[in-house]
């Protein structure tokens, strides 16, 4: 049975959309692209043929991670994971007309989904995902640095183990590993693929989770065209490497340690285990 991951090409934002190997479909962030107007949302229904979601993460409610979420009546999620604390004023100062009609969704939806999960419910149990785990993880109480709001999520498949960054700052990371200790960094040793935090720049660039994070293949950046803070070249020192097929070449890439959005396109993974082996394709357009 197949894990999907693909991570969206929305300029400068994050949203990747998940299918687990029994059906469920997850999203982690949901910004769309303000240049052309794609739509995660839609794209996620129409691909995989699906009128609600699973499970809905929002890391943090920065715009460049929830712009999508006007169209989120169309996917009409179970279960909605999001930081809790956030003042809903604080979040409507200063916004522009377009940007106001989504913040507005989003509370509206932070206002509902407010009703505790049953066992079943609850995304990071076995019964739930089956076979993939899933765990969250964020920095407690309020913090000064909006970005710190940002939940680290990991995916775990077989011997596939994934995680995502959102825009934790390099100082949120040392907070984090502060905080949870070894239950946070016994995963991030695990972690081979990886989403980078702050869209691949220097703020959230930090070099002591590669302490811990000791076999990562592969550094995953989803930015918009020439960003002067991009460090792509720090993950590519700390990478393995990791065979690329690109769809639009019709060519693999071999070895490559870090694809972008902003070059690559859409970034598609597939993994599947089997026979004592995990198979993962990375395919980019």
Not at 73 to 79: E, G, N, S, T
Not at 101 to 112: A, L, T, W
Not at 176 to 189: M, P, V, W, Y
Not at 198 to 206: L, S
Request: net charge negative; charged share 25%.
């Amino acid at each position: 049975m197949k894990l999907e991951i693909l991570v969206w090409d929305v300029n400068h934002g994050n949203s990747t959309s998940i299918k687990l190997p029994n059906g469920k479909v997850i999203m982690i962030d949901c910004s769309s692209n303000p240049e052309t107007g794609f739509s995660p949302v839609f794209a996620t229904k129409r691909l995989w043929n699906v009128n609600r979601l699973d499970y809905l993460i929002i890391s943090h409610p920065h715009m460049d991670h929830i712009r999508d979420f006007i169209n989120m009546d169309q996917l009409d999620p179970r279960v909605f994971y999001r930081p809790r604390i956030i003042d809903h004023n604080e979040l409507l100062k200063g916004k522009t007309r377009n940007d106001l009609d989504v913040v507005e969704k989003y509370i509206e939806y932070d206002k509902r989904y407010v009703e505790p999960l049953t066992p079943n419910e609850i995304p990071t149990s076995s019964s739930w995902s089956g076979d993939v785990t899933i765990h969250n993880f964020r920095l407690n109480g309020e913090q000064s640095d909006f970005n710190n709001y940002s939940s680290v999520t990991f995916l775990s498949y077989g011997s596939f183990h994934f995680a995502y960054g959102a825009d934790l700052s390099s100082d949120g990371w040392n907070n984090l590993i502060d905080q949870e200790g070894t239950k946070f960094t016994d995963r991030l040793a695990k972690v081979n693929f990886f989403e980078a935090s702050h869209h691949g720049r220097k703020e959230g660039f930090n070099t002591k989770i590669f302490d811990y994070m000791m076999n990562p293949k592969l550094t995953i950046v989803s930015d918009k065209q020439e960003q002067d803070t991009s460090v792509s070249d720090r993950y590519y020192k700390y990478c393995k490497g990791w065979d690329i097929y690109n769809q639009n070449t019709d060519q693999w890439d071999n070895g490559r340690r870090v694809v972008t959005t902003r070059s690559d396109g859409r970034i598609k993974i597939e993994v599947e285990p089997g026979n004592g082996t995990t198979e993962v394709g990375v395919y980019v357009r």
